[in-house]
């Protein structure tokens, strides 16, 4: 059972458009995370969303998190050839179990100069 | 400030040997958790150690096991290799309630022929 879904998987675009990547799920995190990997390389944390309707900006990237803590969203405004790679939400849960990830299957960018 | 730090990079295994995978948590983290990624998918979680002990536990066989040393280092053995244990093998630092996000070593990959 997927406890995360992201949508889209794949994504092609040209330099300069937006996009967004969706992370839903029927479960309520603690707190939810957002990843980049390059091939060959672990995840690198962009950003931990905790409060149910909170946005956080990161250059040209925003990150939401549900008022019901429930999903997720990625926009990238004004996309770049750097930005390519596998973008990976995953949620979180603390207290009896802490701190385990649950990931989603990724979105994978490409962003075509 | 070096971060997380996984040996080998890369392995090739014959079925029903045995492996070793090794990770250094970043400075200051004081728990460790591997996650295996298969080709074109999300992380799964394996387990997660602190203080020493196996903490939690994700769907994964008993051929899977670990150990954290004294130093917060880390290993994972898998024993029996299946060449559906063809993977890249993950080792994330954090502190104890990860509330502050996961640090990713680079991984290693497990090729099982």
């Known amino acids: 059972t997927q406890l995360l879904e992201q949508s889209p998987q794949f994504l092609s675009i040209q330099e300069g458009e937006n996009l967004t990547v969706y992370c839903n799920s029927s479960s309520v995190f603690s707190s939810l995370q957002w990843y980049r990997q390059e091939p060959g390389e672990g995840p690198v944390l962009l950003v931990t969303?905790?409060?149910?309707?909170e946005v956080k900006k990161l250059k040209r990237l925003t990150f939401q998190f549900g008022d019901a803590r429930k999903d997720s969203s990625l926009h990238i405004t004004a996309a770049q050839p750097g930005d390519t790679g596998l973008y990976l939400c995953?949620?979180?849960?603390?207290?009896?179990?802490?701190?385990?990830?649950?990931f989603g299957k990724g979105t994978k960018l490409s962003v075509k100069p | 400030d070096a971060g997380v730090t996984q040996s080998p990079t890369h392995l090739i295994k014959t079925r029903g040997q045995q492996v070793t995978l090794r990770c250094s948590p970043k400075?200051?983290?004081?728990?460790v958790s591997w996650y295996q990624q298969a080709l074109g998918q999300g992380p799964q979680f394996i387990f997660q150690y602190y203080e020493e002990e196996e903490r939690q536990r994700g769907n994964f066989p008993d051929r899977f096991s670990g150990h954290q040393f004294p130093n917060y280092s880390s290993e994972l053995n898998v024993n029996a290799l299946l060449l559906g244990d063809s993977a890249l093998y993950l080792c994330?630092?954090?502190?104890?309630?990860?509330?502050?996000?996961?640090?990713f070593g680079s991984g290693t990959r497990l090729t099982v022929v």
């Open positions: 969303v905790v409060t149910g309707g």
């Open positions: 400075s200051g983290h004081d728990t």
């Open positions: 995953a949620g979180a849960f603390y207290g009896g179990s802490q701190g385990n990830l649950i």
């Open positions: 994330a630092s954090s502190l104890r309630t990860g509330l502050n996000g996961y640090t």
